[in-house]
């Protein structure tokens, strides 16, 4: 009965314990396992240019530091030419293997070391026992007298055959740009589909001569690396930079040529894509060039509209294509990338309010053709002709020859004022007031006002003048002389033709202006008597002579 107590109680807690050692067995060998998967950190040791062998590190002793300690014992032994290179020995200690040189310690190899490459440590030991020795040769042969006179009269030579190939090789291609310039330029002709531009003749040879210039680069850049990796190699102590050299240009062009290679579908998709935009923008415009220069003609589509259009629906075609193109873009599904379109989105959305603002007013503005090139307009202060209706902004010559600039969001807040837009059919009403007494009759007024838009050469005869009598004042009546003009950019030239010829006129019979004010009667008219009108200074017009001198 105690026998059966005794082994219900092992029993239980041999159940309880059984879970937690399974779990802690468990641990251990994962822990064993993940120590078994770690690689082993390994530097190699080089002497100059060459690797001799790598040796593993340690945490208190890292691979980097121990290699570098070995490579400058070596170093030391192979300076000190007393010391004979087959008196580099390994030996056995029997926990470890020393390499020395007489007292000098070179490394210590243990069982950890050979484990790493699986052989014996003897073995490992006696092959970097010859590697050693034949690298101390090596470094010491290199650093002879002789083999470095040699090293300088090769670089000499070098250096003086790459200035002469340097020299050649640009007397080389100046002529060969001035043979290829005097041949084949008149040859050069514009690229064209169907009557349709694809690439202008100067832009071909343009891309011809920095072709020949990017051949030059490409060149002379290949023999300088050449030259450097040639004087580079011929010391021992810049060998190793000449392979660095090779490094540091290869490996670049075979990173660039395996990504090349393997975007090279999308590069094609992408090259494809940007060739049928530019013909489809090309086509488009030659063809809104064809409706604004009015050899294609659509019901309710202006010639002026042409532009705006062409400009409009370049973007939205330039945008459909790069919505297209952007999944094919090398790079677009990099962090990076995203981040900088993010930074050029935010950029612009903050820095290009009143651009977008001038650019939809000026779509705003052509489309509802208040003016076209060409019409005398006022915006606010500004009168002058409009010269150029861009995306932005609108040119105005005023009739003083300033260019005034404005941008089209001021326009489309503006009150417009166009001079041409009827004066092309019906003519610009110009008008003009005088204030004359109530002691000339009204009848006269009116006809020497009408006389005066006779002798003006600007104003239009049909439709006739007319005139208006504005008010009835306290001492004088206001007329209002209207006629008509087919040229608003003779506006001002026709108002002081016609002022003069209204003082003329109004001198010759006698009826005196009140302009501007008129509060009495004078003992006389005020008037110029015609004799006087070519007063010295001034001089009659030729084949006229003044009254006093008939």
């Not at 109530?438 to 009848?443: K, L, Q, S, T």
Request: proline share 5%; aromatic share 10%.
């Amino acid at each position: 009965m105690r026998d059966t107590i005794t082994r219900a109680v092992f029993l239980l807690i041999f159940t309880l314990i059984l879970p937690f050692w399974a779990i802690s067995a468990g641990a251990q060998s994962a822990q064993q396992s993940v120590a078994l998967n770690q690689p082993v950190e390994t530097a190699p040791v080089i002497i100059d240019d060459m690797t001799l062998f790598s040796v593993r590190g340690i945490s208190a002793h890292p691979a980097q530091e121990r290699a570098g300690v070995i490579a400058r014992r070596i170093k030391e032994v192979a300076a000190d030419r007393t010391i004979p290179t087959d008196s580099i020995v390994s030996i056995d200690t029997g926990e470890w293997t020393e390499m020395r040189a007489g007292d000098r310690r070179i490394m210590t190899i243990v069982d950890a070391d050979a484990a790493l490459e699986g052989i014996k440590r003897n073995e490992m030991a006696f092959v970097y026992l010859k590697k050693v020795q034949a690298a101390i040769d090596t470094y010491r042969q290199f650093r002879t007298q002789e083999y470095l006179g040699k090293a300088v009269l090769n670089a000499f030579f070098s250096t003086l055959i790459f200035i002469i190939a340097v020299f050649l090789i640009l007397k080389l291609f100046t002529k060969l740009q001035t043979f290829v310039e005097a041949r084949f330029r008149e040859k050069v002709e514009d690229i064209s589909v169907k009557s349709v531009r694809i690439m202008r003749r100067k832009d071909i040879w343009t891309a011809i001569m920095e072709g020949l210039r990017i051949l030059r680069i490409i060149v002379l850049f290949a023999l300088a690396y050449a030259y450097l990796g040639r004087v580079l190699i011929l010391f021992p102590w810049t060998r190793l930079h000449a392979k660095k050299l090779g490094q540091l240009f290869f490996s670049p062009l075979k990173i660039l040529g395996g990504g090349f290679v393997h975007e090279l579908p999308n590069l094609l998709f992408l090259a494809v894509l940007f060739i049928i935009t530019r013909i489809l923008l090309r086509m488009l415009h030659a063809f809104f060039r064809q409706i604004e220069q009015e050899r294609v003609t659509i019901r309710g589509f202006y010639p002026e509209w042409a532009e705006p259009t062409d400009r409009l629906i370049t973007v939205l075609v330039t945008a459909f294509a790069i919505v297209v193109a952007f999944p094919y873009i090398p790079g677009s599904e990099s962090g990076a990338f995203k981040g900088i379109s993010i930074f050029i989105g935010v950029l612009f959305s903050l820095g290009s309010q009143s651009a977008v603002a001038n650019t939809i007013a000026g779509f705003v503005v052509n489309y509802r053709r208040a003016f076209k090139i060409g019409d005398r307009i006022q915006i606010n202060e500004v009168i002058g002709d409009v010269t150029q209706i861009r995306m932005q902004v609108t040119h105005i010559r005023t009739i003083k020859n300033e260019e005034v600039i404005v941008p089209n969001s001021t326009i489309l807040n503006s009150n417009i004022v166009n001079y041409s837009s009827y004066a092309r059919q019906k003519g610009l009403i110009v008008h003009t007031q005088v204030t004359i007494g109530y002691d000339a009759p009204w009848r006269q007024v009116h006809a020497l006002l009408l006389m005066a838009t006779e002798r003006t050469p600007q104003l239009l005869k049909e439709p006739p003048a007319f005139v208006l009598q504005k008010s009835l004042d306290d001492f004088y009546v206001t007329y209002e002389l209207n006629a008509y003009l087919d040229q608003p950019q003779k506006m001002a030239l026709a108002y002081s033709e016609l002022h003069k010829n209204i003082q003329d006129c109004f001198n010759e019979y006698g009826v005196q202006i009140m302009s501007p004010n008129y509060e009495a009667d004078r003992a006389t008219p005020t008037i110029v008597p015609k004799e006087k009108w070519y007063a010295p200074p001034a001089k009659p017009p030729a084949g006229e002579t003044p009254d006093n001198q008939s």
